[in-house]
Nanobody, 124 residues
Framework: QLQLVESGGGLVQPGGSLRLSCAAS????????IGWFRQAPGKEREGVSCISSGGSTNYADSVKGRFTISRDNAKTTVYLQMNSLKPEDTAVYYC??????????????????WGQGTQVTVSS
């Protein structure tokens, strides 16, 4: 069964860091791009970052320079390193899989598999 499982969320103070993980089971990431999305209460789900099957990366303007997406060599786990966190980063974070490319990575309908989400709360 194809599955994505997120982990690593939690409560952190402003300026702190968290690393989210997205573990794929039932498939490898050789032929998939992985996107990270987030959804805050009362807001639409938005694309945060994406890594293509070839390793190219994309970031939303709101997280550039603070977040880094990466993938392990076994190509089964994608990470989102989040530094200098702000209260406005508070949301449920989801990872999702789509075809090779990250072109228009924020288009939700392009993603075939989704994880269950992990809560990130940035608060003092």
């Amino acid at each position: 069964q194809l599955q994505l499982v997120e982990s690593g969320g939690g409560l952190v103070q402003p300026g702190g860091s968290l690393r989210l993980s997205c573990a794929a089971s039932g498939f490898t990431l050789d032929y998939h791009a992985i996107g990270w999305f987030r959804q805050a209460p009362g807001k639409e789900r938005e694309g945060v970052s994406c890594i293509s099957s070839g390793g190219s990366t994309n970031y939303a303007d709101s997280v550039k320079g603070r977040f880094t997406i990466s993938r392990d060599n076994a190509k089964t786990t994608v990470y989102l390193q989040m530094n200098s966190l702000k209260p406005e980063d508070t949301a449920v974070y989801y990872c999702a899989a789509r075809g090779y490319s990250c072109s228009d990575y924020g288009r939700i309908s392009d993603y075939h598999y989704w994880g269950q989400g992990t809560q990130v709360t940035v608060s003092s």
